[in-house]
């Protein structure tokens, strides 16, 4: 990855000293973001790697204020921190453009390859066996049931692959989404399993 910017470290200190260690959406999702999005970014040219991992690192920094959409707050607190700290106004842009767009649920299109990236980055993090266990790690924190977190798997998780910008973001959704198909037929399996034997009684 080379040597980090200035910036960067700027950052990641920040990030470092305020972030939730929630594994949902804290620190730990945050740096496996930054690590999905800079290993994307290997397979393109021409991707400031720099906006990228300052994007991934700021994405989810208003995911626990109760904002509306946390992606536009996010964007918002992301300026303010840049301005104060004199990054490059061209470049603040291109952050929160990433910032604002990385969500699933924002309904904003990225334009930029940055942004395309870390919302590829974001969405993979979601997936696979890592998806799973945030998935019911957040059920359990909201007291969710199994049968709607099966639900929430199905209206969101299973349909993320369908929403990916980047070929390999797209290839690796692909591979992720087998292993929570796999899962949820095993689990709907031991559900209804458990139904037949309490009729049998």
């Known amino acids: ?14 990030i ?9 959406h804290g620190l730990p999702h945050i740096e496996r973001v930054r690590r999905l999005a800079l290993w994307i970014a290997r397979h393109y040219t021409n991707v400031d790697l720099e906006v990228l991992e300052i994007a991934s690192l700021l994405h989810d920094i208003a995911r626990n204020t109760n904002d509306e959409c946390h992606a ?15 990054y490059p106004k061209d470049k603040i842009e291109k952050v929160v453009e990433a910032i604002e767009a990385h969500s699933f649920s924002s309904g ?5 390859l940055e942004a395309k990236i870390l919302s590829d980055a974001d969405k993979l993090d979601a997936l696979g066996a890592i998806g799973i ?5 957040y059920s359990g924190a909201i007291g969710r049931s199994l049968e709607d977190s099966i639900e929430h798997f199905r ?5 993320l692959p369908k929403f990916m910008y980047t070929d390999i973001g797209r290839k690796e959704a692909l591979r992720r989404v087998k292993i929570v198909e796999k899962f949820i ?9 458990l139904e037949e034997v309490s009729r049998v009684e």
């Open 108 to 112: 904003k299109a990225p334009r930029s």
């Open 155 to 159: 209206i969101k998780i299973l349909r």
């Open 16 to 24: 470092h000293a305020i972030a939730s260690p929630d594994p949902i």
């Open 185 to 193: 037929k095993s689990l709907e399996d031991e559900l209804r399993w």
């Open 72 to 86: 536009v707050k996010s964007a918002e607190i992301a300026r303010t921190l840049l301005e104060a700290i004199g």
């Open 1 to 14: 990855m080379g040597v980090k910017s200035r910036y960067v470290r700027i950052i990641e200190d920040l």
């Open 133 to 137: 266990a945030r998935v019911f790690m």
